[in-house]
């Protein structure tokens, strides 16, 4: 290439640096994120090679280990959401996939097809022929005739699209070198001909959103041949062209050139409310698994109790027992309850233990690391409340308001109206006008006898023919059309109808989705109502046991009762206890059903 430009010269350099600053101006601006190309000025290299991407990182942060005092994490419901939100790889992985979008939207730009994923899928549509297609191609650089291609002769003149979205710009630079027999000596003077060639082309290309096209190239060749009659010799022959293209029917405005910047935005929305929709679930299992944990400890509370209890009833059994007011039997059935208090209270504490580690597995990304570490529930258990069960109607307005799954219907039949559109464009047939400007030059080296008849050579080439170019000198003009007409038109009439039965699909998916959540709030409304009713009843009877067994245990200290009665009171009791601690659990999972039900968790 660096022979090249010494061959041609200045002008040769100046007109390489235009096509490059050409080329700088159709670039992106200077960009943030991945959906923007990166700065490329000075570094004109930057968007070809690979941007760094920080790699996941999978272990724990420090700050809620660090927090953990003497091995033991005081946790809020405020920093588990902190915490879920931060570390939970459900929610990590949702938000990588997410970034597809981002990858997506920057290769629309560029006029290449979306590729999807997380969630969503790009109509068939939408791909004129084969999928995986984008908006055009930039093509090769094509030929260049040799020296004296000017004929004078009238053509066929086709006009095409050119380029993508992206600007191209295409280089050529060859160096030729032919010896070739002649049969005849009429036209070179000689049997044999040797012909050297160096050629330096160059083109710029892009296609714009509105169905145009434009297209600029500037060649140059230089020749030299042993033939005798030639009229410059060496020649150098330069063209400009300029080719601009515009559809009218098929593929013509914005709405169809944009057509796949159009989806991928619809598909952004798409994929971050799958973020959203994988934060409120994991969110309400995590609180699910919280008020699991705090029921666990309320209930290892009431084993605890219920043992020291029991043991009290045994240690008075047996002194009672040696003073004769007790028989052998009594003690043994206090014995005997001990020993199942203490049973109790082994799975109550195994209870206690799995449910921590659920919990850690929700707000931990290596839950290895927090096996030392115990986690003290800082909230307890919600009271009952007025207001807290909402009218049917007014959660049924926010859960349509505000699920992830409805927003993502909806957006998924915005796109599938873009394929609609689309696919009722490519019904019409196609029209294509064109019109190119060509400019050409030759110049080169001639010989011409003086006065004496003795050649005197006088020198031209590149400049020369760069002039007459300029000057257009030996212009070139050509305007026409392309028609296509498809007969029949079946194979468009086909992926019309069907993108018309896809978006009836996704009008029928929408639907039985608002009516799959407006089921699920009303039986996420039925379950709070009996939740609460079940923390009232629970109460109520928690309440009365625990009167029954201490005017239970007021008879025995007066000896009108057995210690197997008072036994027996102080399980009820204990069961009306857990039965509390359970109920007031199932309400507080109930609140947080609602919330994830609504739309209002995230």
């Known amino acids: ?46 968007p070809y090679v690979m941007r760094p991407l920080p790699e996941p990182d999978l272990s724990n ?13 005081r946790l809020s419901l405020g ?68 020296a004296g291609g000017i004929t004078g002769g009238a053509r066929q003149v086709f006009g095409f699209p050119r380029g993508s979205y992206d600007p191209t710009l295409a280089l050529g630079f060859s160096v030729d070198r032919t010896t070739s027999p002649l049969n005849s000596i009429v036209v070179s003077g000689i049997p044999e001909v040797s012909t050297r060639s160096t050629a330096l082309l160059a083109r710029y290309s892009q296609a714009f959103t509105t169905g145009s096209s434009l297209s600029v190239s500037f060649n140059n060749m ?30 013509f405005g914005r709405k169809i050139g944009r057509r796949f ?35 666990a400890r309320e209930s290892l509370g009431v084993a605890e109790q219920s043992l020291a209890v029991a043991e009290q009833l045994l240690e008075d059994t047996r002194i009672k027992d040696e003073f004769g ?45 927090w096996d030392a570490v115990r986690i003290e529930p800082a909230d307890g258990l919600p009271v009952l409340r007025d207001g807290e069960v909402p009218e049917l109607d007014a959660a049924l307005d926010l859960a349509m308001r505000h699920r992830p799954e409805i927003v993502q219907e909806e957006t998924g039949l915005r796109i599938q109206e873009i394929a609609v559109r689309y696919s009722k464009d490519l019904l019409r047939p196609s029209l294509l006008v064109f019109a190119n400007f060509n400019s050409s030059g030759l110049h080169g080296d001639r010989r011409l006898p003086d006065l004496d008849g003795n050649p005197v050579l006088y020198p031209g080439g590149l400049s020369q023919a760069l002039r007459q170019v300029r000057g257009w000198s030996y212009p070139e003009y050509a305007v026409g059309f392309s028609f296509s007409l498809n007969i029949r038109n079946r194979a468009a009439e086909a992926d019309y109808h069907r993108a018309r039965r896809e978006q009836a699909q996704s009008k029928t998916e929408l639907e039985r989705t608002r009516n799959g959540i407006a089921l699920e709030v009303r039986r996420v409304l039925i ?15 928690e309440r009365l046991s625990g009167e029954v067994m201490a005017a239970e245990e007021a008879r025995l200290g007066e000896g009108a009762s057995v210690p197997y009665e008072v036994i027996r009171r102080q399980r009820e009791y204990s069961a009306a206890r857990l039965a509390t601690v359970e109920a007031q659990a199932a309400y507080a999972k109930a609140l947080v059903e609602l919330k994830r039900a609504t739309g209002t968790l995230d």
């Open 527 to 541: 379950d709070l109502a009996q939740s609460r009713a079940r923390v009232e009843a629970a109460r109520e009877a």
């Open 79 to 146: 920093r588990l959401e902190t915490a879920v939100r931060e570390n939970n790889l459900d929610i990590l992985f949702s938000k990588n996939a997410a970034r597809y979008a981002e990858t997506d939207l920057l290769r629309v730009k560029g006029g290449g097809a979306p590729r999807g994923g997380a969630g969503v899928q790009i109509p068939s549509g939408l791909f004129a022929g084969a999928i995986g297609a984008g908006v055009g191609g930039a093509g090769g650089l094509g030929g260049f005739g040799g």
């Open 1 to 46: 290439m660096a022979a090249a430009l010494r061959l041609f010269g200045r002008p040769a350099r100046a007109a390489l640096l235009l096509c490059v600053f050409a080329a700088a101006a159709g670039a992106q601006e200077p960009a943030r994120g991945l959906a923007r190309n990166p700065e490329w000025f000075p570094r004109v290299y930057r």
């Open 222 to 251: 230089r020749q030299s041949s042993t033939q005798r009659f030639l009229f410059y010799n060496p020649a150098v022959v330069s063209q400009l062209s300029v080719s601009v293209t515009q559809q009218l029917l098929s593929g």
């Open 325 to 369: 007011t007790m028989s052998g039997l009594d003690v043994v059935t206090a014995e005997s309850e001990v020993a199942a208090r203490r049973r109790d209270l082994v799975k109550a504490r195994a209870t206690l233990e799995i449910r921590e580690m659920d919990l850690k597995n929700l707000i931990s990304r290596d839950p290895g690391q």
């Open 261 to 295: 910047l159009d989806v991928v935005k619809n598909s952004e929305t798409v994929m971050k409310e799958g973020v959203r929709l994988q934060v409120s679930t994991t969110l309400a299992r995590a609180q699910g698994a919280y008020w699991d944990l705090v029921a």
């Open 61 to 73: 942060p420090d700050g809620l280990l660090s927090s953990a005092a003497g091995k033991t994490l």
